[in-house]
C-alpha cells in the first residue's frame, strides 16, 4: 500500500524522491525584517527528515510594497541570498528538494510595514483596509514581472531548485487574474487573455533570466468560492495559457479570503471534507500536461494515495498536516501509519499572525519547537504513576515512558481520552477520536501501563511506591444554580458521550463552544433547540464561526443573545436579558453547558508523600486543549 505516494516524481528538470509536497505556510519561525536563523531552519529540516520530497519555503516578499508582515520572508535584495543560501544548504543535506514562493499581497499587504500606500490590478480594497488603494499603472506592471523575475534570480543564487508564484488566496497575481478583482481597461484586462498576461508575462521574464530548466510553479484557485470570481471553468483555460508560457507545474488551492462567501476555504478547518479540492485538481489535471499538486485537507494517507493512483493530481501537498507531524511521509513509507499525529483540522495552534508564537500543532507540542523541546533519553529512569487519561494524561503517559521511565496510567472510565471523546461527536470531528487512538499506539509502542476501569486513589497511588506522581483529573461540568419547577436537566457532555438521550424539544444553557456544538449535534438528531447565552454575541471561539453558525440557523436552531434563565419551570423556563423578562414554554429538556470546574480530589491526600507531585492541565484551571498538552509534554520531557 501507498506505493502510488512514495514513487518518485519530477517537476520540470526537478526529481523528487516522492509524491510528498511540503506546501509555503507562513510559519511565524523567522525574525523581524524576514531575517531566518536556527529555528527557521530547524522547523524545516525537520520536515526534510521527515520525507517529504519537495518542501516550498513560505511567502518571500519580491517587493517591500508587497509586504504583509513584519517576518515574512523577503527576497527583494541580493542582501537576502546568503542567509537564504543556509536554508536551501540544510534543506538539501536533510535529503529534499526545496523551492522558494515568491509573493506579492497586492491589496491585503499592510502598509504600517510597508510605509506605502496599497497597490493592485484595481481600485477594489480589502476589508480590512481603512485607506483607499491605488491601481498599478501598466508601465509599473511591467516593472513587477521584473521584480519577480529578479526574486526568481536570487532565489537560484541562493540555492533553491526552482520557485512558486503565490498566485492564489487573492494576492496580487490572483488580483490580476480573477474578474472579481481585475477591473482594469488596459492590456492587462478584460478577457482571459488580458488577465493572464500578468502571470504569463512573469513565467517568460523568469525562464529568460534563469534558464529553461529552472522549474516555476504558480499556486492558483481551481474554484474562488465568490460570485463574480474566477471558478473552475476559467481555471483549466489559465492553466492551459500558463503551461503553453513555459510553466512548469500547478498548485490547485481554493477560496478567495476576504471576500464574503468563501467561508475561509482557502485555509480549511474541520468543517471541510478531508481532500474536498482534489477535484478541482482532477479538473485542471485533464487540461494540462504539466504535474498539478492538490492541496487542501489532505491528511489521511490512503486517500493522499489514491488521488494519485487515480490520477486526480501528481503530487499532494500537506498543509497542516504536515505541521501535526514533521515525520508523515516516513512514517507512510516505514509502514506505521497508525503512529501519524492526525491533524483534526483544529486550527487552535497552527494560525499565526500578530502578536501570535510560531506556528505549533495542538496534539504534538514538539512541533515548530524543534530547537527548544525534544525528546531525550532520561538521565535517572523513574517509576511514575499518572492520574487521569485525559489529553493531559496521555501526552504525558507515552513521552515519558518513550524516555524510558516506567509509566503506569490509571484511567477510571472503560475508554481513555476524557473530555476529548465527548469532543469528537459533534458533526464533522470525528478526527478528535483519532488523536486519542494515536496516544494510545505510542503508550503501547513505549510500553506504559494503560489501566483502564481503575480509579486513582491516594491508596492505590501510594501502594505502587511511586518516584513521582501526576495527577491529571480533569474537570466537571458545572451545573447553574437557578431554581427548577420541574423540567429535565442533562448535562451537554453526558448527551455527547451517549449516557443520555435527550427529549424531543431542548433549551441549551450557555452559548460557549460547548452549548453551540451541542446545540448542532441535536439539531442532527432532530430535536427542537434554542439556546440560551448569556454573551451579547456567540460564535466568536468557534473555528470558521460564520460557516457554523450558518448551519445553526438553516437547522432552525434559535439563539437568544444576551438571555440568562432566573428560573426553570415544567416545560421551560423564565429569562431576564436585554429584552426583559421572557417566558419560554413547549420544552422537555434544559441542557448544561455551563463551563467547568477542576476536580483535584488527590493533591491534599499525596501532598508530602511521594517523592515528586505534579498537578496539570484542567486539574489546575480548566483551560485549551493545546495548553493541557503542551504543558504535559514540558513536564514529561524534563522529569
Known amino acids: 500500500m501507498f506505493e502510488y505516494l512514495l514513487k518518485p516524481g519530477k517537476i520540470g528538470t526537478c526529481e523528487i524522491r516522492n509524491r510528498f509536497v511540503m506546501p509555503a505556510m507562513g510559519s511565524g519561525h523567522s525574525q523581524a525584517g524576514g531575517m531566518i536563523n536556527e529555528e527557521t531552519i530547524e522547523y524545516y529540516c525537520e520536515r526534510a527528515r521527515g520525507g517529504f520530497g519537495l518542501i516550498v519555503a513560505e511567502f518571500s516578499g519580491v517587493d517591500v510594497e508587497g509586504l504583509c508582515s513584519i517576518p515574512q520572508f523577503r527576497i527583494y535584495s541580493d542582501d537576502f541570498i546568503p542567509v537564504y543560501r543556509k536554508l536551501s544548504d540544510a534543506i ?16 491585503v499587504g499592510d502598509s504600517a510595514v510597508t510605509g506605502k500606500q496599497l497597490v493592485s490590478s484595481s481600485r477594489i480594497p480589502s476589508p480590512a483596509a481603512v485607506d483607499p488603494i491605488r491601481s498599478l499603472r501598466t508601465e509599473e506592471v511591467y516593472a513587477l514581472i521584473e521584480r519577480f523575475g529578479d526574486a526568481a534570480v536570487r532565489a537560484k543564487a541562493a540555492g533553491f531548485d526552482g520557485v512558486e508564484l503565490h498566485g492564489g488566496h487573492g494576492y496580487m497575481i490572483a488580483q490580476f487574474m480573477s474578474a472579481y478583482l481585475n477591473k482594469r481597461t488596459d492590456e492587462f484586462g478584460g478577457d482571459i487573455l488580458g488577465r493572464a498576461k500578468f502571470p504569463v508575462g512573469i513565467v517568460r521574464n523568469i525562464k529568460e533570466k534563469c534558464g529553461e530548466d529552472f522549474p516555476v510553479m504558480l499556486k492558483m484557485a481551481g474554484d474562488e468560492m465568490v460570485e463574480g470570481a474566477m471558478h473552475i471553468n476559467e481555471t483549466r483555460v489559465f492553466a492551459r495559457i500558463l503551461e503553453e508560457a513555459g510553466l512548469d507545474a500547478l498548485t490547485v488551492t481554493v477560496g478567495l479570503p476576504f471576500a464574503f462567501g468563501d467561508h ?18 482532477e479538473e485542471i489535471r485533464h487540461s494540462v ?33 504536515s505541521i501535526a507531524d514533521p515525520h508523515f511521509p516516513r512514517k507512510v513509507a516505514e509502514g506505521r501509519p497508525e503512529e501519524i499525529v492526525p491533524c483534526t483540522g ?24 524543534e530547537t527548544e523541546l525534544r525528546i531525550t533519553p532520561a ?26 521511565h516506567q509509566v503506569i496510567l490509571l484511567e477510571k472510565e472503560e475508554e481513555p481520552g476524557g473530555q476529548m471523546r465527548a469532543a469528537s461527536v459533534p458533526c464533522n470531528k470525528q478526527k478528535y477520536a483519532q488523536v486519542i487512538r494515536y496516544y494510545m499506539t505510542m503508550c503501547r509502542k513505549y ?10 486513589t491516594a491508596e492505590s497511588v501510594l501502594a505502587m511506591d511511586p518516584d ?7 474537570a466537571r461540568p458545572c451545573r447553574p444554580d437557578v431554581p427548577n419547577d420541574g423540567i429535565e436537566t442533562l448535562q451537554a457532555v453526558d448527551i455527547l458521550l451517549g449516557k443520555v438521550v435527550p427529549g424531543r424539544s431542548c433549551l441549551v444553557v450557555g452559548g460557549n463552544m460547548i452549548g453551540l456544538e451541542t446545540a448542532e449535534y441535536l439539531m442532527m438528531l432532530h430535536r427542537k433547540v434554542t439556546v440560551l447565552a448569556s454573551e451579547d454575541s456567540v460564535g466568536e471561539d468557534i473555528v470558521t464561526s460564520d460557516l457554523f453558525m450558518e448551519g445553526l440557523k438553516k437547522g432552525g436552531v434559535t439563539i437568544l443573545t444576551g438571555t440568562d434563565p432566573v428560573k426553570f419551570t415544567a416545560d421551560g423556563a423564565v429569562c431576564t436579558g436585554t429584552a426583559g423578562e421572557t417566558v419560554l414554554t413547549g420544552f422537555d429538556t434544559a441542557v448544561f453547558a455551563t ?42 520531557a524534563r522529569i
Open 379 to 404: 538521565e535517572r529512569k523513574k517509576r511514575i504513576v499518572v492520574a487521569g487519561g485525559g489529553l493531559a494524561g496521555l501526552e504525558a503517559s507515552w513521552v515519558m515512558a518513550a524516555r524510558g
Open 289 to 321: 500536461s504539466i504535474p498539478v499538486i492538490t492541496i487542501g485537507r489532505v491528511v489521511d494517507p490512503a486517500m493522499a494515495d489514491t488521488v494519485i493512483r487515480d490520477g486526480m493530481a501528481d503530487f499532494v501537498a500537506l498543509g497542516r498536516a
Open 468 to 474: 513521582a506522581v501526576i495527577l491529571c483529573t480533569g
Open 595 to 636: 463551563g467547568m470546574q477542576s476536580w483535584n480530589p488527590l493533591e491534599q491526600q499525596l501532598r508530602g508523600k511521594v517523592g515528586e507531585l505534579h498537578v496539570i492541565g484542567d486539574a489546575v484551571r480548566p483551560g485549551k486543549m493545546q495548553d493541557a498538552v503542551l504543558e504535559a509534554a514540558e513536564l514529561a
Open 264 to 281: 475561509s476555504a482557502s485555509l480549511p478547518s474541520f468543517r471541510f471534507p478531508i481532500g474536498f479540492n482534489s477535484y478541482n485538481a
Open 346 to 369: 483544529c486550527m487552535a495552534t497552527c494560525i499565526t499572525g500578530p502578536g501570535t508564537p510560531g506556528t505549533t500543532c495542538a496534539f504534538n507540542p514538539f512541533s515548530g519547537r
Open 92 to 107: 538539501h543535506a536533510a535529503g529534499a528538494k526545496t523551492f522558494l514562493q515568491l509573493h506579492h499581497a497586492g491589496r
Open 447 to 456: 510500553g506504559a501501563d494503560i489501566r483502564l476501569l481503575t480509579e486513582a
